[in-house]
């Protein structure tokens, strides 16, 4: 079977199975967040901690609780990295430095996973199960919370309250994180990924040589930074590393739980608004993008510009011959278009207009369909947008799902759509705008300069901003600089976003129905789908243009 039929029946796999869990998934999650029934262990676990789980929170309580339990995070990972060689299974290794364990830090409690370091040479087995892999499964609990908490604000009526932050968490992480996390950690298991104890096992080549084959319990990491969106590998070379990703059938496996819980979401909230027209017309639009952009860059991948590529056959530079072109293209659109950041290839080797995809995938803010919660909720707000463009075309005041979106919802959904782009954008100029900085990124950090170059740092801080992770691999970001700027930057584009929309969820909830008219702009038919569509390309892509014809399509169209 060539690649091309292999790719194409990747991907047709791929779209019937998600087709088929939509429904079932999206409804046991529903279940999860609205029945009134708590676990023994997570009663426990709020004696222990000493919370009241039938006590409701406004948003500012809610928003409260949540940066506070990120906080204590951030700080037990930074510690765990810093006393490292004082912890069994240390590996030998020393304490990860101050500025680099601050990042890694920031990065893995944003959900972001982005490693400024090779892990397999920086953290021992300890820092890796007990500090990241916790964070994994907290920082996606953390997110679908907030999406929960948004749409419950769209559900309730004359409420002042949105939920309750560490029972949406706790609920998250045990109930729907942690089976889904152990049966597929078996399944890659029996697919041949490592997940072992034994440290690093010196063999004997055939040539005559050592080699130095790190081991690690890698299977267990491997399943929730998928199926969280975070994206962070074990080892340097992540899911293009075999002892990660082995065969091909891992490689489709591993997309698919990348994607299961973001696309299923839209169903989740169809049935807790109790309309699941709502869900199905989100989820299509999730769908058209993430199919649109998946298909150009198999296309652009695949047509190999350049001379290189063209002279070999194929654009097969940093990819796995195992996976071939159009499995390493899916992987990538799937890791951009959610904020995984995972890579089975090098984003850093596809030709230059390929490349451009995945960081166009981040820029449109990871809404098709976006990280666990994260993409849900940006979506939502896109779609408060869309609804309230409808208004003004018509003449009438917007109104989605019963609730009318006036000035106080429209200066909270702009402000959420402004604080990625000014993020990105402004951490890029800096990096090159201040001479200091800028000699210490062109001598130290970019080893390709020009186009490209710029690419490599715009790349860095998109992928920072939006919590994605992953990167234009020819970058050397383990600086000074971009350790504290990046550390920075995912902290503001989680948190910031998220204090904008638990404060939406709050606006909305207080509001009573309002009574459909003939004014009232339809928001489950292809007429409103389409509006969303082009407020998700014209809002959010768009503002990126600029920057791009000085980056990826200078170099890509030379």
């Keep these: 079977m060539n690649d091309l039929s292999a790719g194409i029946l990747q991907g047709a796999t791929l779209v019937l199975i998600l087709v088929l869990l939509y429904r079932p998934l999206g409804d046991a999650m529903a279940l999860v967040y609205t029945s009134p029934r708590h676990l023994r262990i997570e009663r426990g676990l709020y004696r222990l901690f000493g919370v009241d789980p039938e006590s409701e929170q406004t948003w500012r309580a809610y928003a409260r609780g949540l940066l506070l339990f990120s906080v204590g995070g951030m700080l037990a990972v930074y510690l765990l990295q810093r006393m490292q060689s004082l912890l069994p299974y240390s590996l030998g290794l020393p304490p990860v430095p101050p500025g680099l364990a601050f990042n890694t830090a920031a990065s893995f409690v944003a959900n972001?996973?982005?490693?400024?370091?090779?892990?397999?040479?920086?953290?021992?087995?300890?820092?890796?199960?007990?500090?990241?892999?916790?964070?994994?499964?907290?920082?996606?609990?953390?997110?679908?919370?907030?999406?929960?908490?948004?749409?419950?604000?769209?559900?309730?009526?004359?409420?002042?309250?949105?939920?309750?932050?560490?029972?949406?968490?706790?609920?998250?992480?045990?109930?729907?994180?942690?089976?889904?996390?152990?049966?597929?950690?078996?399944?890659?298991?029996?697919?041949?990924?490592?997940?072992?104890?034994?440290?690093?096992?010196?063999?004997?080549?055939?040539?005559?040589?050592?080699?130095?084959?790190?081991?690690?319990?890698?299977?267990?990491?491997?399943?929730?930074?998928?199926?969280?969106?975070?994206?962070?590998?074990?080892?340097?070379?992540?899911?293009?590393?075999?002892?990660?990703?082995?065969?091909?059938?891992?490689?489709l496996f591993e997309i698919l739980l990348i994607l299961a819980i973001p696309f299923a979401l839209p169903r989740t909230f169809g049935r807790i608004i109790g309309d699941d027209r709502q869900g199905y017309a989100i989820v299509s639009v999730m769908g058209v993008l993430f199919l649109a952009s998946t298909t150009l860059l198999s296309v652009l991948e695949s047509a190999g510009g350049g001379a290189a590529p063209q002279l070999a056959g194929a654009a097969m530079e940093g990819k796995e011959q195992r996976f071939g072109i159009l499995g390493s293209t899916l992987f990538g659109s799937a890791s951009t278009l959610t904020s995984t950041g995972a890579v089975d290839s090098m984003h850093d080797s596809y030709t230059p207009l390929g490349g451009m995809m995945p960081l166009l995938n981040m820029m449109l803010g990871e809404i098709a369909p976006g990280g666990v919660g994260s993409g849900l909720y940006g979506m939502l707000v896109l779609a408060v947008i869309a609804v309230f463009v409808g208004g003004l075309l018509v003449g009438r005041t917007p109104e989605y799902l019963g609730k009318r979106i006036g000035q106080r919802e429209m200066t909270l959904a702009s402000l959420y759509i402004l604080v990625v782009p000014m993020l990105v954008l402004g951490g890029a100029a800096l990096s090159f705008a201040i001479p200091g900085i800028?000699?210490?990124?062109?001598?130290?950090?970019?080893?390709?300069?020009?186009?490209?170059?710029?690419?490599?740092?715009?790349?860095?801080?998109?992928?920072?901003?939006?919590?994605?992770?992953s990167a234009?691999?020819?970058?050397?970001?383990?600086?000074?600089?971009?350790?504290?700027?990046?550390?920075?930057?995912?902290?503001?584009?989680?948190?910031?976003?998220?204090?904008?929309?638990?404060?939406?969820a709050g606006a909305l909830a207080q509001q009573r129905s309002v009574p459909a008219t003939t004014g009232t702009l339809p928001t489950h038919r292809p007429?409103?789908?389409?509006?969303?569509?082009?407020?998700?390309?014209?809002?959010?892509?768009?503002?990126?243009?600029?920057?791009?014809?000085?980056g990826p399509l200078a170099e890509g169209l030379v």
């Design 112 to 251: 972001t996973n982005w490693q400024s370091y090779s892990p397999e040479q920086t953290v021992g087995f300890v820092v890796q199960t007990s500090g990241l892999a916790v964070q994994n499964f907290l920082s996606a609990a953390v997110g679908i919370a907030v999406a929960i908490a948004l749409v419950r604000g769209f559900a309730r009526r004359g409420s002042g309250t949105i939920g309750n932050f560490w029972v949406d968490t706790t609920r998250g992480a045990i109930r729907l994180m942690l089976p889904i996390a152990v049966l597929g950690a078996v399944a890659l298991i029996a697919g041949g990924v490592v997940q072992n104890l034994t440290g690093v096992a010196d063999v004997h080549t055939l040539a005559g040589g050592t080699q130095h084959i790190p081991g690690g319990p890698t299977a267990s990491q491997e399943v929730i930074k998928l199926l969280g969106t975070n994206g962070g590998g074990f080892f340097n070379a992540n899911s293009a590393h075999p002892f990660e990703n082995p065969t091909p059938w891992t490689n």
């Design 438 to 469: 800028r000699a210490d990124v062109e001598k130290t950090s970019i080893l390709n300069p020009g186009a490209h170059g710029l690419s490599e740092v715009l790349y860095a801080f998109t992928s920072a901003a939006n919590n994605n992770g």
């Design 472 to 504: 234009f691999a020819g970058l050397n970001a383990n600086t000074p600089w971009l350790n504290t700027s990046l550390g920075v930057v995912m902290l503001l584009g989680r948190f910031l976003p998220i204090v904008l929309v638990l404060a939406l």
């Design 527 to 550: 007429l409103f789908i389409g509006l969303l569509l082009a407020v998700a390309i014209v809002i959010t892509a768009l503002t990126y243009f600029p920057v791009l014809t000085l």
